[in-house]
């Protein structure tokens, strides 16, 4: 071969190289993701968003292993589990306001997973969700989450690969955030959720012709249909720990509700608190009530005070199918522990949205820049049975909302079908400042408003943290089906995309 052979065949190759490069490069991989990205000239990758580093702040270090477990829920019933380090809920995180937390994620199931820090204020990059901030993590693989911790609060961790079905499995755990002046009280942690262990998980395509029809009124009709099994911290029933408390002694019980359905916790009468939804201390003016109902996503933290001498019981809402699985008994040393299981009528009901926030985003009511309305609706779909729409469409073409940094953003959302739908903002904390048109007292700060079917709710939050962020209803089985939007800033875009060869599937 003469030397122009060689020379000609070396431009063909390195065109060949330069053509497949850029067809590689993340800004053509945005240019063809389903998922709006603005990708404007000079947009920059939510990978190269600047985040903070540990400086001089304690390093905190987790190892989170995903892996099968045979996890027993009580005596009777076990379940082929879904963990983070062997358990359910997996390894409980907790570290103090202001350290720097990393975890590394080792996924030692036979699926990609990924680890999402519901409620936090993290750069977008950290936060978990698959397809959009990072890829899903593959079997044998490892991918380290680290961030500074910063407000203090009852949070979760929990899979957003397959949410459906991964956190229905039992990939989840508590994360809290102690304040540096600790408070003396007994802190304790109970997490709700609820499985299908008697019965195969019904899927929502078969049951449309009933959830479209009449139903009874509390919005939770396809939960009741799947679920047969409800769970404090992975235990039924007998197999709950008890809390030991003596007379007069209050704990601070932080409650969080991993699964899909509303619960209602019942309190003996005249003993809580309600100190903070969302992670967020709300005004305790009221100490009249003694039942609190949670949403899927949710958090609730309550000082309880125990009111006997003898044992006495937490416990769900005797009028909510399986309500006798859920019975926290509540005992003290050197007394007589026969359990006086009754629990009182639930006329005083509190939930996230009854005390006013301590601390709000907005003094009064804001100016908004961006101003976006929000359908949430269900529908039948050629092909895919049920469908949860936001403004008529289904995830990834529900329309964005699109913002740039610094924008007020003001969402009016409003539910027109006949199921509860819990919806939860990634990486902002929103106010709720009005609901069905009328101006709300006391405003509150939240991640996730319960939106009840005919309920409208108008929530206000400043776009201050650049990225992509998922908007979406957290009784994940909706989400599956298309109950999901983005808050999209404009300036920056995600170089990942849905599906691939990564698999990802928020
Ligand atoms: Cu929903």
């Known amino acids: 071969m003469n030397r122009k052979v060689i020379g000609s065949i070396l431009i063909i190759l390195l065109l060949g190289i330069g053509v497949w490069l850029y067809f ?34 304690p390093v905190k270090t987790f190892n989170l292993t995903a892996e099968q477990t045979e996890w027993s829920i009580n005596e009777n019933k076990s379940v082929e589990a879904w963990t983070y380090n062997g358990k359910v809920p997996g390894e409980p995180i907790r570290v103090t306001e202001g350290d720097y937390v990393k975890v590394n994620l080792k996924n030692e199931l036979k699926v990609p997973v990924t680890i999402h820090w519901h409620g936090m204020i993290l750069p977008n990059q950290m936060d978990g969700v698959p397809g959009l901030t990072q890829d899903a993590v593959q079997p044998g693989e490892t991918f380290t989450y680290e961030f500074v911790a910063n407000d203090a609060g009852t949070y979760w961790y929990h899979s957003h690969q397959h949410s459906s079905k991964q956190v229905d499995k039992g990939l ?20 709700l959720d609820e499985w299908a262990v008697n019965q195969e998980k019904q899927s929502l395509s078969n049951m449309g012709g009933m959830m479209m029809g009449s139903m009874s009124g509390d919005g939770e009709a396809d939960t009741k249909q799947m679920y047969d099994t409800l769970t404090v911290n ?15 002694e209050t704990a601070r019980l ?7 359905q509303q619960h209602r916790i019942i309190f003996p009468k005249g003993s809580i ?7 967020e201390d709300v005004k305790g003016q009221s100490n009249s009530l003694n039942t609190i109902e949670i949403a899927p996503g949710e958090r609730i933290d309550v000082a309880y005070t125990k009111q006997g001498e003898g044992a006495e019981v937490i416990g769900e809402d005797p009028n909510l199918q399986n309500a006798e699985q859920i019975k926290i008994p509540v005992v003290s040393e050197n007394a007589n522990n026969s359990i006086d299981e009754s629990l009182s009528a639930t006329t005083s009901i509190g939930s996230g949205i009854t005390n006013g926030s301590e601390d709000l985003l907005f003094d009064e009511v804001p100016q ?23 403004n008529e469409e289904i995830f990834p073409d529900t329309p964005p909302i699109n913002v740039k940094e610094g924008d007020v953003v003001k969402v009016d959302i409003t539910n027109t079908g006949r199921l509860n739908h819990p919806m939860h903002l990634h990486g902002h904390h929103f106010q709720i400042q009005s609901k069905n048109g009328q101006a709300i007292d006391e405003p509150i700060v939240k991640d996730l408003v319960h939106v009840k079917p005919g309920e409208t709710y108008t929530i206000y939050f400043k776009a201050d943290n650049q990225g992509e962020w998922l908007f979406h209803c957290h009784d994940n089985n909706h989400a599956e089906r298309g109950m999901v939007t983005i808050v999209d800033y404009e300036g920056v875009y995600s170089p990942f995309k849905l599906g691939g060869e990564n698999n990802n599937n928020p």
Not at 172 to 191: L, M, N, P, Q, V
Not at 234 to 248: Q, R, V, Y
Not at 273 to 279: F, H, P, Q, T
């Open 24 to 57: 590689q490069s993340p800004f053509s991989e945005a240019a063809d993701s389903n998922l709006p990205s603005s990708v404007t000239q000079g947009a920059k990758s939510i990978t190269d968003l600047d985040s903070e580093g540990p400086g001089d702040r």
């Open 368 to 390: 908004e820049d961006i101003s976006y309305q929000m359908d949430l609706s269900m529908g039948m779909n050629m092909g895919e049975g049920m469908v949860f729409q936001i």
């Open 234 to 248: 992975g235990k039924s029933g007998t197999a709950i720990e008890p809390l030991e408390l003596d007379k007069g």
């Open 273 to 279: 608190k309600i100190l903070a939804a969302d992670g």
């Open 172 to 191: 989840y755990g508590s994360f809290i955030i102690e304040e540096k002046e600790k408070a003396t009280e007994k802190d304790r942690t109970f997490i």
């Open 254 to 260: 932080r409650f969080v509700n991993a699964g899909y």
